[in-house]
C-alpha cells in the first residue's frame, strides 16, 4: 500500500517521458525534410506538427502558437524542455536552438540530431534486449523460492501441527509439541517479503539502471506472496 502511489507517479511520468522520446527521431526527420524544402524552422514545425500525431506534435503546435504569440523561438524551445527535463531532448533542443540563431536552414544539423536520437534508441532497445533474460532469471529464482515456502508450510508445517495435536509419540510427549508452527508461518512469510523487496529493486536496476524503476516488480512479487499465503494459509 505505501509502494503502489510511488510506482503508479514514476510509471506515469515515465510514460509520459516515453511519449516524446518515442517519436523524437522520426519528427526531427519529418523537420529536416521539411526545412530542405526551403521552409524556416518555425514553418518546418509547423508542418511536423499538422502532418503528426502524438504528444510531441502536440508540442510543436503549442510552440508555433507560443512564437506567433510574441515569445521567440529559442525561448519556446527552452520552455519545452524544461517541462520534461529529459537528457537526451536537452542536448537536441540545446544544438538545434544554437543552430537557428545563426541560420533557418539547419537541415544538416537536424539530420545529424535525427541520427543521434536514433542511435539512442537502438542502445536502448539492445540493453533492454540484453537484460530481459537477467530479470527473467531473477523472477523465476523467486517465484521458485515462494513456491518452496508455500510448500514447507502446507507439507511440513501442517503436518507437524497435526502431529502436535494427534499427540502421540512414546513417551506420551507429542513430536510437534515444542514446534511454534505459528511464528514459523509468520517467518517464512517474512522471508519471502524480504526476497520480493531484494529480487524487485535488482531486477529493477538491472533494466533501466534506476533503483526506483524496482518498485512495480516489488508490488507485483509482494502481492503475489501475500496472495499465495492467504491460500496456503
Same mark, same amino acid.
Given at each position: 500500500?505505501?509502494? +503502489?502511489?510511488?510506482?503508479?507517479? @514514476?510509471?506515469?511520468?515515465? &510514460?509520459?517521458?516515453?511519449?516524446?522520446?518515442?517519436?523524437?527521431?522520426?519528427?526531427? =526527420?519529418?523537420?529536416?525534410?521539411?526545412?530542405?524544402?526551403? *521552409?524556416?524552422?518555425?514553418?518546418?514545425? *509547423?508542418?511536423?506538427?499538422? !502532418?503528426?500525431?502524438?504528444?510531441?506534435?502536440? $508540442?510543436?503546435?503549442?510552440?508555433y502558437?507560443?512564437?506567433?504569440?510574441?515569445?521567440?523561438? =529559442?525561448?519556446? /524551445?527552452? $520552455?519545452?524542455?524544461?517541462? @520534461?527535463?529529459?537528457?537526451?531532448?536537452?542536448?537536441?533542443?540545446?544544438?538545434?536552438?544554437?543552430?537557428? $540563431? #545563426?541560420?533557418? *536552414?539547419? !537541415? %544538416?544539423?537536424l539530420?545529424?540530431?535525427?541520427?543521434?536520437?536514433?542511435?539512442?534508441? %537502438?542502445?536502448?532497445?539492445?540493453?533492454?534486449? =540484453?537484460?530481459?533474460?537477467?530479470?527473467?532469471?531473477?523472477? /523465476?529464482?523467486?517465484?521458485? &523460492?515462494?513456491?518452496?515456502? #508455500?510448500?514447507?508450510?502446507?507439507?511440513?508445517l501442517d503436518?507437524? #501441527?497435526?502431529?502436535?495435536?494427534?499427540?502421540?509419540?512414546?513417551?506420551?510427549?507429542?513430536?510437534?509439541?515444542?514446534? %511454534? !508452527?505459528?511464528? &514459523?508461518?509468520?517467518?517464512?512469510?517474512?522471508?519471502?517479503?524480504?526476497?520480493?523487496?531484494?529480487?524487485?529493486?535488482?531486477?529493477? @536496476?538491472? =533494466?533501466?539502471?534506476?533503483?526506483?524503476?524496482?518498485?512495480?516488480? +516489488?508490488?507485483?512479487?509482494?502481492?503475489?506472496?501475500?496472495a499465495?499465503?492467504?491460500?496456503? +494459509?
Open positions: 500500500m505505501t509502494l +503502489v502511489p510511488l510506482a503508479f507517479f @514514476y510509471e506515469w511520468n515515465g &510514460l509520459t517521458r516515453r511519449s516524446i522520446t518515442g517519436k523524437l527521431s522520426e519528427n526531427l =526527420r519529418k523537420l529536416s525534410s521539411a526545412n530542405d524544402t526551403g *521552409q524556416t524552422l518555425l514553418e518546418s514545425i *509547423q508542418t511536423v506538427a499538422d !502532418t503528426s500525431t502524438g504528444k510531441l506534435a502536440d $508540442e510543436f503546435e503549442v510552440m502558437a507560443k512564437v506567433n504569440y510574441g515569445m521567440s523561438l =529559442r525561448e519556446a /524551445m527552452v $520552455e519545452f524542455n524544461n517541462k @520534461y527535463h529529459i537528457p537526451r531532448l536537452a542536448r537536441t533542443i540545446k544544438l538545434i536552438a544554437e543552430a537557428q $540563431e #545563426a541560420s533557418s *536552414q539547419i !537541415t %544538416d544539423v539530420s545529424t540530431a535525427a541520427q543521434s536520437s536514433e542511435n539512442q534508441d %537502438d542502445i536502448e532497445r539492445e540493453r533492454k534486449s =540484453r537484460t530481459r533474460m537477467q530479470v527473467a532469471i531473477i523472477l /523465476m529464482t523467486y517465484l521458485t &523460492l515462494l513456491a518452496v515456502m #508455500a510448500i514447507l508450510k502446507v507439507q511440513f503436518t507437524m #501441527a497435526g502431529m502436535g495435536g494427534g499427540g502421540g509419540s512414546a513417551g506420551g510427549l507429542s513430536f510437534g509439541a515444542s514446534i %511454534d !508452527t505459528q511464528l &514459523l508461518s509468520l517467518l517464512f512469510l517474512h522471508a519471502v517479503t524480504l526476497q520480493a523487496v531484494l529480487s524487485g529493486f535488482i531486477s529493477g @536496476y538491472i =533494466r533501466d539502471a534506476q533503483i526506483i524503476s524496482g518498485v512495480k516488480f +516489488v508490488v507485483i512479487l509482494q502481492t503475489l506472496a501475500l499465495v499465503w492467504v491460500v496456503v +494459509v
